[in-house]
């Protein structure tokens, strides 16, 4: 066969599976590809995978053509059984291998596709996460107020909200270094943590501050939440200001926060008070 006579017989090839590249499923697109194999009369094909020696062990009376995938984590074989007894033609085997180059860029795709997931998923993961506590970072915390607040307004729950600043974090910095801080931070990530419910909300907001979200929590309970927080944190020897706020059905969750946060600089400064005092 000529050279211009083999690029018709690629072109042809190409042609015929054209309709099967813009399937969303590829499983579906490599399905036609082999379904037009068996149209032309050039056998039943299947793929599989595994190594050669696997598939000639276990189909001792198929042609078992390897798939190379570059990059690929799979070994990948195309089988043909139902094969005319005769020598194929060069056409025929042409026309399978066409099939085969196929069949491999669209794994190929699928392999790519799979890392660009794998790897916008870790991204989108690791926007949502402070680095130091491995706590829902700031960013996350505003989508979870969002979350709580729509499911609040839907089943006419209540839910808390409170701000938790430390107290001792710019000593522990100036006085005994940054990492004694950082261990500080981790150390009450876990403590917060360790003292709310699986379904509530720990997050870090930025430096020394803290948000904590009770979902459906009772209003008469919040008193009883910022007695618990207070435990904790002093069980690991720190201190925090923590402000809390009620957030309604039918509210708006930023005024919750805000009304927190205000209520946290307020039992700030009555600290500060009482200190000053003694």
Same mark, same amino acid.
């Given at each position: 066969?000529?050279?211009?006579?083999?690029?018709?017989?690629?072109?042809?090839?190409?042609?015929?599976?054209?309709?099967?590249?813009?399937?969303?499923?590829? #499983?579906?697109?490599?399905?036609?590809? $082999? @379904? /037009? +194999?068996?149209?032309?009369?050039?056998?039943?094909?299947? &793929? =599989?995978?595994?190594?050669?020696?696997?598939?000639?062990?276990?189909?001792?009376?198929?042609?078992?053509?390897?798939?190379?995938?570059?990059?690929?984590?799979?070994?990948?074989?195309?089988?043909?059984?139902?094969?005319?007894?005769?020598?194929?033609?060069?056409?025929?085997?042409?026309?399978?291998?066409?099939?085969?180059?196929?069949?491999?860029?669209?794994?190929?795709?699928?392999?790519?596709?799979?890392?660009?997931?794998?790897?916008?998923?870790?991204?989108?993961?690791?926007?949502?996460?402070?680095?130091?506590?491995?706590?829902?970072?700031?960013?996350?915390?505003?989508?979870?107020?969002?979350?709580?607040?729509?499911?609040?307004?839907?089943?006419?729950?209540? #839910?808390?909200?409170?701000?938790?600043? $430390? @107290? /001792? +974090?710019?000593?522990?910095?100036?006085?005994?270094?940054? &990492? =004694?801080?950082?261990?500080?931070?981790?150390?009450?990530?876990?403590?917060?943590?360790?003292?709310?419910?699986?379904?509530?909300?720990?997050?870090?907001?930025?430096?020394?501050?803290?948000?904590?979200?009770?979902?459906?929590?009772?209003?008469?309970?919040?008193?009883?939440?910022?007695?618990?927080?207070?435990?904790?944190?002093?069980?690991?020897?720190?201190?925090?200001?923590?402000?809390?706020?009620?957030?309604?059905?039918?509210?708006?969750?930023?005024?919750?926060?805000?009304?927190?946060?205000?209520?946290?600089?307020?039992?700030?400064?009555?600290?500060?008070?009482?200190?000053?005092?003694?």
């Amino acid at each position: 066969m000529t050279a211009s006579s083999w690029v018709g017989e690629e072109r042809r090839a190409r042609l015929r599976v054209a309709p099967a590249l813009p399937y969303v499923r590829r #499983a579906d697109a490599i399905a036609a590809i $082999l @379904d /037009d +194999l068996e149209g032309q009369g050039l056998g039943h094909w299947t &793929l =599989a995978e595994g190594s050669m020696d696997d598939q000639i062990e276990a189909n001792a009376n198929v042609m078992a053509l390897p798939i190379l995938v570059p990059d690929g984590p799979l070994h990948f074989m195309l089988l043909g059984d139902r094969l005319a007894e005769s020598a194929p033609s060069n056409a025929n085997l042409r026309a399978v291998l066409s099939a085969r180059r196929l069949i491999a860029t669209l794994l190929s795709a699928d392999v790519q596709a799979d890392r660009l997931l794998h790897r916008a998923v870790r991204a989108e993961r690791e926007s949502m996460t402070d680095s130091l506590t491995a706590l829902p970072n700031g960013r996350s915390w505003w989508r979870s107020l969002a979350r709580e607040a729509s499911r609040c307004d839907r089943h006419q729950l209540t #839910a808390v909200v409170a701000v938790v600043d $430390l @107290d /001792d +974090l710019k000593r522990v910095n100036d006085n005994e270094g940054h &990492l =004694a801080g950082d261990l500080l931070l981790r150390t009450v990530a876990g403590a917060l943590t360790d003292s709310m419910r699986g379904d509530d909300v720990v997050a870090r907001l930025g430096g020394d501050e803290f948000g904590v979200l009770g979902v459906d929590y009772q209003p008469h309970l919040q008193a009883r939440l910022v007695n618990r927080l207070h435990e904790s944190l002093a069980i690991v020897g720190a201190r925090a200001s923590i402000g809390v706020a009620l957030y309604e059905p039918g509210g708006f969750i930023d005024e919750t926060f805000d009304q927190a946060d205000r209520n946290m600089y307020e039992a700030k400064r009555a600290a500060r008070a009482v200190r000053t005092r003694r």
